[in-house]
């Protein structure tokens, strides 16, 4: 059963700690995504990596850096965690041909600020 | 600027009868659209898809219809169940990278 795996189910971290999101996935994909669901905003990309060392900003990259040194694993980390990053969080990869196979999401990570 | 659109937050819908979650798109170069259902504390899982060569794609209970010239697309649900409870997000290709563009999802009641 291929799987993405994140660390992590709940999180809770104070304001200004760095945190660190991890994801792994077994199905050899070339393209990892994370994404933050908050209500009424649907899904949006933070960042995206389609080869190892490789990464791109998505559309709020914001107070966000990622680490992709292996194929199967990305690393999300909040530099100085803020209130207003408390969210779910949720990696995604897929195949190098990518969007019509669809993604495979992790179960998701929540995490609160306080 | 919203390329995919969901414009209904939520719906309720009785159980045994049809759900029907809209949603719209602005990129004429999309080719390929995708439906994913989200329970709460779970990450999405893929429900179905179709390309822009079709119109229709009819997986057991949910069926999407593609109508291009509106630029619009619609997943039934036939019949409804309560465990088809969850957040539907529609999502959409263009082919020419990695990513794809989601809608902001429809939450969907099934109520018994």
């Known amino acids: 059963d291929v799987k993405v795996t994140q660390s992590s189910r709940y999180l809770v971290k104070r304001t200004g700690e760095k945190v660190f999101l991890e994801c792994v996935q077994d199905m050899d994909h070339e393209n990892m995504f994370w994404y933050r669901q908050d209500p009424g905003l649907g899904l949006r990309l933070i960042y995206f990596s389609y080869d190892v060392k490789m990464k791109e900003k998505g559309d709020i990259p914001e107070g966000y850096s990622v680490s992709r040194e292996k194929k199967e694993r990305f690393s999300l980390i909040l530099e100085s965690a803020s209130t207003n990053q408390t969210s779910m969080y949720l990696c995604?990869?897929?195949?190098?041909?990518?969007?019509?196979?669809?993604?495979?999401f992790g179960s998701g990570t929540r995490l609160t600020v306080v | 600027d919203q390329q995919v659109k969901q414009n209904s937050p939520s719906l309720s819908v009785q159980e045994g009868r049809i759900s029907i979650l809209n949603c719209d798109y602005t990129n004429s170069m999309f080719d390929y659209f995708l439906w994913y259902k989200k329970y709460p504390a779970e990450g999405p899982t893929f429900l179905i898809s179709?390309?822009?060569i079709k119109d229709k794609n009819e997986d057991g209970r949910f069926t999407v219809f593609l109508n291009k010239s509106a630029k619009h697309l619609s997943l039934h649900i036939v019949p409804s169940q309560p465990g088809d409870s969850a957040v539907y997000f529609c999502a959409a290709s263009d082919g020419s990278n990695y990513q794809l563009i989601w809608g902001a999802g429809t939450k969907l009641i099934i109520k018994p």
């Open positions: 995604a990869s897929s195949q190098s041909t990518g969007a019509t196979y669809g993604y495979t």
């Open positions: 179709i390309s822009s």
